[in-house]
């Protein structure tokens, strides 16, 4: 989710892309067919959409199978190490397939192909065709010039691209909830970060075209909106000079307008841009779910600063602070890296003082992965060594685990509302939702009115530390 995955549990592994592809777009009223396979940060999922809908109008349909597919397509992630190594691993039993089919060609896009550019189709002869993040209009020319036996790769990045006219083909989807990108790229410079050379600079997508896709989301039925970008409060748009320009809490605002019934969530917040505005604006709106991705990254001001998180372990605390005066319900989540180049045993202690004081609901939780190219490979050595790096992060999760599960242990005897996403994986005997704080919730089909997509109320009565448990509290549905 960071922009991270959308967390519902305790995670240090990296999100893992599955085979999927649209239930309504047949495949067999398209001439060919695409299989696509995401990884990474819900912007690539997100970017996927995009890509399904810019091959679905050159007739390409999705597929669910590798085999049936003309064309494999790869998005990838490029943030750590195994990342990659993930995505390699999967080219190669793709290369298989080929031998086997040669016309198949095989594509891979986001981060990592930005990051290799060519390299990854002329040293590694692994793919047919390479495309970058803000080149995805392109790729049916570059299938067609592929398909012609030429290599085929578009890696430049834009300064204005945010395929703000592209509706996107909704992947998989449950009906329910769906991501909506409001903007791209990343200024930021995190010195650990590859994101700011993969997704270049940053840039607010239109307004309005944001709305509108609110707005046919809402008509088709979805209940659960979440705004997408790197650094979302940084978000800022003029339709035309003198415009009063659009800040994120207006767009927040805007966007909680288009109906009450549909739940607003947003990712990733960085520390140093959230303003009181968007903490008041989430008050003020029953529909803005209370649940902020707030990454710390690291509790001591030494690091940070070596980090060029440009914010001091004060300065985040003092957020914490402000987020739970102006809302106390709100449940905040975080990223955490640890073994960073040169932190000590002390420093690391600042991280876990900083969970615990901040009461972290969930952490997304990794030991720090050298990225070539970025600022921190180029300025310091990766000197902590792995094993020191892994215990540290052991003991993070440990606490995380403890907060975690007091966290949920509190909510034990309160009623939430919930929206209905679908059957418990466990259990159709059980519906799965979520909080506003989005924390999931199960709860036994006790009224048959009740459906997907429903808003009800659970009263919880047991926990662990990743799932609340509860009862349906009779009579308050709505849909
Ligand atoms: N834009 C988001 C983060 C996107 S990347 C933000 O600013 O918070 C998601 C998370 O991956 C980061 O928050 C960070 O915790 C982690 N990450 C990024 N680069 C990393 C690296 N080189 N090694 C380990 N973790 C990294
Ligand atoms: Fe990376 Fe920092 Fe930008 Fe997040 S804010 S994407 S961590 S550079
Ligand atoms: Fe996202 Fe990974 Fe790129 S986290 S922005 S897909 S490097």
């Given at each position: 989710m960071s922009v991270t995955e959308i967390p519902s549990k305790v995670i240090v592994e990296e999100r893992q892309g599955e085979a999927y592809a649209p239930?309504?777009?047949?495949?067999?009223?398209?001439r060919k067919s695409f299989y696509i396979e995401s990884y990474g940060c819900a912007m690539n999922f997100s970017d996927s959409e995009i890509v399904a809908s810019i091959l679905n109008g050159e007739g390409f349909g999705a597929t669910r199978n590798t085999e049936d597919a003309d064309l494999i397509l790869i998005n990838t992630c490029s943030i750590r190490e195994k990342a990659e190594q993930t995505v390699r691993k999967r080219l190669t039993e793709f290369r298989k397939l080929k031998q086997s089919k040669p016309g198949l060609l095989i594509g891979v896009l986001g981060c990592m192909a930005e990051r290799m550019k060519a390299k990854l189709l002329e040293d590694e002869k692994l793919v047919d065709i390479v495309v970058g993040p803000d080149a995805y209009r392109t790729l049916p020319v570059l299938v067609e010039e592929a398909g012609g036996g030429q290599k085929a790769v578009n890696v430049l990045l834009s300064r204005e691209e945010t395929y703000a006219d592209i509706s996107p083909v909704r992947l998989d989807s449950n009906g329910i909830s769906a991501f909506v990108s409001i903007m791209r790229g990343c200024n930021n410079m995190c010195t650990f970060c590859v994101v700011p050379f993969t997704r270049g600079r940053e840039r607010s997508r239109d307004a309005q075209s944001i709305l509108k896709e609110v707005e046919q989301l809402h008509a088709q039925g979805f209940k659960e909106i979440t705004l997408l970008g790197q650094n979302v409060d940084s978000y800022y748009y003029t339709a035309r000079t003198g415009d009063e320009p659009v800040t994120f809490a207006r767009l927040l605002e805007m966007v909680a307008q288009v109906s009450p019934e549909m739940r607003i969530r947003f990712s990733t917040s960085h520390p140093k841009d959230i303003t009181e505005d968007v903490l008041l604006t989430m008050a003020k709106y029953h529909n803005i779910c209370k649940y902020i991705h707030l990454p710390v990254q690291s509790g001591n001001t030494r690091i940070l600063q070596l980090m060029n998180r440009t914010y001091t372990r004060e300065w985040y605390l003092g957020k914490i602070d402000q987020i739970k005066r102006i809302m106390p319900d709100c449940a905040i989540s975080s990223d955490i890296i640890t073994?960073?180049?040169?932190?000590t045993e002390e420093e690391h202690r600042d991280t876990l003082s900083v969970m615990e004081y901040s009461k972290f609901d969930y952490s997304y939780m990794f030991f720090y992965s050298e990225r070539p190219g970025t600022l921190a490979q180029r300025r310091y050595a990766d000197d902590v060594p792995e094993e020191v790096k892994k215990r540290r992060l052991q003991e993070i999760i440990e606490m995380q685990n403890r907060l975690s599960l007091e966290s949920n242990q509190k909510d034990i005897g309160r009623t939430f509302e919930i929206l209905i996403e679908g059957n418990s994986k466990k259990s159709d005997a059980h519906w799965a939702g979520r909080s506003s704080q989005n924390k999931m919730v199960i709860f036994p089909k006790t009224n048959d009115a009740c459906k997907k997509g429903d808003y009800v109320h659970v009263k919880i009565d047991a926990c662990n530390q990743a799932t609340l448990f509860g009862k349906l509290v009779a009579d308050q549905i709505h849909v």
């Open positions: 239930f309504k777009n047949d495949a067999n009223q398209y073994g960073f180049c040169t932190e």
